[in-house]
């Protein structure tokens, strides 16, 4: 059983910036690809970024320029720097590892973005 615990939310100003971390507990980790979705209050789970066991990305349009995924093979951990944000960047963000026949979430972390 894998674990993955998210950390880094907050609430920031317009433009600022976070970066989410998101540990896993087991080394399984390092084959699978990482990714962040994200949930608005009343919209659906939405895919924001994601990263292979090789180190492709991708993001979508609305975060392109904006967001940087990265993993840490050593730490188990992946991350995603947040930088010019955006009011319409707020959601419950979560970190999630697939593997070929299984995946795994973690609990949510909550990003705020208001003046």
């Known amino acids: 059983q894998v674990q993955l615990v998210e950390s880094g939310g907050g609430l920031v100003q317009p433009g600022g910036s976070l970066r989410l971390s998101c540990a896993a507990s087991g080394s399984i980790f390092r084959l699978g690809t990482m990714a962040w979705y994200r949930q608005a209050p009343g919209k659906e789970r939405e895919l924001v970024s994601t990263?292979?066991?090789?180190?492709?990305?991708n993001y979508v349009d609305s975060v392109k320029g904006r967001f940087t995924i990265s993993r840490d093979g050593a730490k188990n951990t992946a991350y995603l720097q947040m930088n010019s944000l955006k009011p319409e960047d707020t959601a419950v963000y979560y970190c999630?590892?697939?593997?070929?026949?299984?995946?795994?979430w973690g609990q949510g972390t909550q990003v705020t973005v208001s003046s």
């Open positions: 990263i292979t066991s090789g180190g492709n990305t």
């Open positions: 999630n590892l697939k593997l070929t026949r299984i995946e795994y």
